[in-house]
Every structure is written in C-alpha cells, then in structure tokens.
C-alpha cells in the first residue's frame, strides 16, 4: 500500500488557481507515464475505489478518503494509449490496443491484495481492443478488438467472471464505444459518423433497430438519460460537440440541440456520462464540464474544473471521468496531468420556454428569435410550433428579447430561479409599416484608398452597403448608420456602390447604383477599367471563379455548359447578390465551357476555360 501524501499537496498548490464553477479540487497526482480512461466500485461496505488506466497498465486506488487517496496496487500491462475500463458485480474489466487481452481483476480483495487473470474470451482468440462496458446482467461488450471486424463482441461473466466466454457480436460495423443496458445495446460507429441501436435480448443474434448521424459525424461515445428517452453523443474532433436525441421513438429519432464547453475555441469533447439530469464530460483541453441537461433541446453549462493548461483543438487533457461515486466524489483522469479527485456541487440551470405567436393571427411564428441580452449563448430560434426555450446558469432578473423581420421585438423582463423553467408565452405584433429605397447622396472625402458613403434616412432597420471596384469583386457591410467609411480600396480605380434598406415589415429596397473615383499619385489616362457585358475572373480558372454582371441586376441563375451545350454545373444563387456570383469549378474536367447568367430581365453570356 502507498499512501500518497506529498504529491497531493503539491497538485493542490499548483492547481488551486485553475478555472473552475462549481467544482473543488481535493487531490492530483501527476503520473510519470501518461493516464488513459478511469472507472470506479464501490464496495458492500461503502468503500470507494478507482480503478485507472495508463500507459503502463492498471493503478487500484482506495479514494473512500477522497483527500488522501492509497494507491494499492499496480497490475503491469502491455504499453498502450489507450486503456479502457468497465466494471460488473465486483469484477472490473480491461481492454487496450496493445495485446494481453482482457485483464479481468477480482476487486473484492480490496484493500488487499486483488487477484486477476488475463482472458482470451474462453479460447475465442481476444487479444486487443479499444473500449469496454459491462451491463448490469453480466455481459461484458467489447468494442473495437480484433475480432468480427471491431464490431460488439459479448462475453457472458456469469458463466466465468475470470474468463468470460464468447456469446454473440453484432458483425457489423466496427465499434469505437458503446452502452448497454437491459435488451437495449447503444454502438457509436465512429467511422460511419452515427450511432446505431440494437436489440439484444438475444446475445446471440443482435437484431439492428435503427441508426442516427451524429452533427459532427465522428460518433465518439453514447450514454443514454435513466429513463431511456434520450441518447447523448460526442463527436471527437475539432470544434465537435455533445449532442442530444430523443429516442422514445426509434422509427423517428428527433434531434434536441448541440452543446459547445467553449465556442469558438475549437475544443473537443471525449467522454460523456450522464447522472442525475446532468451529463458529465471529459472535454480534453477544457477539463470535465458538468452540463445541466434537463431539457437537452438547451443544454446550459452548470459547472467545470480546468484539468489541463493548455486550451483550444488537439488531443491532450481529460481523457475520462466517472461520476457515479455514492459520496458525490468525481474522479478525472487527464492524460499528461494525472489523477484529479473532484468535489462537485450538481447546480441546475434556470430556464424560461413557452410559446411565440402572431397578435393578429393567433398562428404559432417560426424561426423568431429569442435571447436573454447580456448572456452570450442564449439566443436559440423558435421551432415550428413556436416553441422556444433559453436560460442562464445564475438566478436573476433577465430581460428576454423576442424578434423577427416583420414584427415588432418584444422585450419581457423575467425572473429566473435554479432548478425552475418559467414558462412564458410571447405575442408578436406584425409591423406593416414598409421604407421607400434610399437615395444615394453621394461619396466624398474621397482618397487613394478610402471614400465616406452617404445615403437617406428611410426608417429602416438597417442598412446593407455594397461597394467594388469595376469588374472586380464586391464587399458588403451592415450598419443602422446612414453613413459609411470604406478603406481599403486600390488607387486610380472606378467604383460602384449601391445601399439595400431592410424595412420593418421584413421587405428589401435597393438603391441605384453611384459611382466614385479614387485617385492617386501615379494615376494616368487611361486607367479607368473597361466594362463589358460579363466579366468572369480568373479565365482560365481551375477552381474559384467570379462572375460580375454590368448593369448589376441581381443574378437569379447561373449555369456552365459544355461544347455540346449541356447544362455540366449549376450554381446555388443567393438573392440579393448584387449582380456577383461565385462559382467553384474544380470538379469541372479541363477545357472549353461557356458561362450562362440570367438576371430575370436579360441573360449574359461569356467563354470560360478550366484547366488543372
């Protein structure tokens, strides 16, 4: 037995400042070799152990004091990254991608000594794998080994605990991670991008029920709620999220909502548990994040302990977590800081929902938008009956703004409290007021690079301003001013510039268009750009071309044809383009096309060569 006392101190010196809502930190210990996943039992007598993986084989830790954890045994195993673990009845279960096959440890011998043995599946040949779970009957699901093309191999322990035999496999896709409970067996087919539900009240002869694309299509793992209504899935890869399913209805699985740990930083999520309404994330770079998953259509950050320094994409940090300890205690393990002993405090979000409708109609409005101002990542779109929900991790009196083009924003204070969803229904008035188009005023203040644009005031929401130089590419801005300063423009260039209002009653009208000059040093006669008909640039283009119309009417359709006249390549034409479509011709085969735009009042026309 090694009682660790010093490292514990130092980790709580060094850690002590580190992110964190929600969760203490009670101990660390910083490994030698690098950590894979983590596990825990709890013994008939209420003792806690941890049963952790690295590099180098298998730690069994009594934490039943979680400040000062024993380290009582190390099992030597082959070297490998991944060391994956499962526990059943007081049996835990071992699998890497190295070789050994299945390390099956008896822990009832703890605090003594526990005795193990090492498994090829009673002679069935199991050598490696990548993830293990064991069911609450005694089957122990293997994932990813090296038999049946890595799909789910089941092991009955009830027959032999120590050397459980082979019973029946899915055989079908290979399988990365996978859950199991009761008749009902959850794979994530990481290489197929979905997860797949199966029946297995016959272990013999797994029947498929259905299969579901996870967003980022990269299905890393699968834990269903307690009830079994609904499935949470991460993807493992860059900016990848933990996503939620309603799966009451396997015929017709509804997607809720994806959840980020940290937008924008491009994070990845690894290992995802749900307890107790809440899921619980081993999120590399980002530590373990405890997400309130109550209403999983709106996942809220509730709670988070920064395992690791870094932050951002890439594959170090927590690998794993388990948060299933009687105590409370959550257990980390990250793979180059080590072991972490958490205490975490389970803290619900608040939430408001309700219902968006028309004043005058009564009909449900789709597509509104609803935020609570002054919280980032609030701002969610009603659904088709109008529905909506958002929320806060604190209490505190919000103000809740509804909005859509066409009606006028709604602004409603609301008082939120943790654990409550208000419920709160929003009547949208329809605005009919229209704007006339605005008129350009002109461009002045005009300089080798830059010109002050000036249009009318015509009430509108806002106001798009469109400028580029003479068969060259354009740049839009949106301001609620009716002024704007553009930089960064070429010397000795003709411009054009054109305005759109965006009206309250959600209609568009657009200016004619000006023009202005830029001037400069080394202009010259003759600088000023040539326009034609049609301008198409680069030519010859062997990926990204684009195509400008004269008179800048907006371009509604645009296809490619080939030397016989056939239609090779159509473009996807946004409205309001201002008369400039791109067009990305690189899976066009090298040679002579020929460039058809139609503006709904004339068509253009011009050559195009591909080369690659």
Known sequence: ??????????????????????????????????????????????????????????????????????????????????????????????????????????????PGTAAYAFSDADGAG????????????????????????????????????????????????????????????????????????????????????????????????????????FLFTTDEKSNGSLAAYDISDLSDIQYQSEFRANPGTSSIPHYAWYFDGFVVTAWYKDGVIITDATHPEFMIKTGYYDTHPGSGSGFSGAWGCYPYFPSGTLVVSDISEGFFVLHPIYVHASFVEGTITDSDSGLPVFGATASLLTLSGTTVSSSLDGGYITGAVADGIYTLEVSKAGYATASIPVSLSAGVTLAEDILLEPVTATCESPVILGASSITSSSAYLDWT????????????????????????????????????????????????????????????FT????????????????????????????????????????????????????????????????????????????????????FFTAPLQVIH
């Open 457 to 516: 005031n015509v009430g509108a929401d806002q106001y798009s301003v469109i400028y580029k130089k003479v068969g060259g590419s354009g740049t839009i801005h949106t301001t609620t001013a009716t002024n704007y300063l553009a930089t960064g423009l070429e010397s000795c260039s003709t411009y054009k510039w054109a305005v759109r209002a965006s009206c309250p009653d959600g209609s568009k009208k657009k200016s004619v268009f000006g023009t202005f």
């Open 519 to 602: 001037g400069g040093a080394s202009c010259r006669d003759g600088a000023l750009t040539v326009v034609e008909d049609i301008s198409v640039f680069p030519n010859p283009a062997a990926d990204i071309i684009t195509v400008v119309v004269a008179d800048e009417a907006d371009i509604t359709s645009l296809l490619v044809l080939d030397v016989l006249g056939n239609m090779v390549l159509q473009a996807t034409v946004s409205a309001d383009n201002f008369g400039m479509v791109q067009l990305d011709c690189s899976a066009l085969a090298a040679g002579s096309y020929r460039i058809i735009a139609e503006t709904g009042e004339q």
């Open 1 to 110: 037995m090694q009682k660790i006392v010093l490292t514990a101190c130092l980790g709580l010196s060094v850690l002590s400042a580190q992110a964190q809502l929600n969760v203490d930190l009670l101990y660390q210990n910083d490994y030698p070799e690098n950590m894979s996943n983590i596990w825990g039992w709890t013994a008939p007598g209420g003792e806690e152990y941890v049963i952790l993986g690295s590099f180098d084989g298998t730690y069994l830790i009594d934490i039943t004091d979680p400040s000062s954890p024993d380290e009582l045994q190390f099992i030597d195993g082959n070297n490998s990254t991944w060391r994956q673990i499962a526990v059943w009845d007081h049996y835990a279960y071992v699998v890497n991608e190295s070789g050994g096959g299945l390390l099956c440890i008896d822990l009832s011998g703890l």
């Open 126 to 229: 199991l050598t490696t794998a990548h993830q293990v779970w064991a069911d609450e009957n005694g089957y122990v699901y293997v994932f990813g080994s090296n038999l049946d093309g890595g799909s789910s191999v089941i092991l009955n322990a009830n027959a032999d605990p120590m050397d459980p035999p082979m019973v029946g496999s899915t055989d079908t896709w290979y399988v990365h991670h996978g859950f199991a409970r009761g008749d009902t067996l959850y794979e994530s087919n990481i290489y197929q991008g979905w997860f797949s539900v199966w029946d297995v009240s016959d272990k013999s002869m797994p029947v498929l029920l259905a299969t579901q694309e996870t967003p980022g299509t990269f299905t890393h793992n699968v834990v269903p709620s307690d009830n079994g209504q």
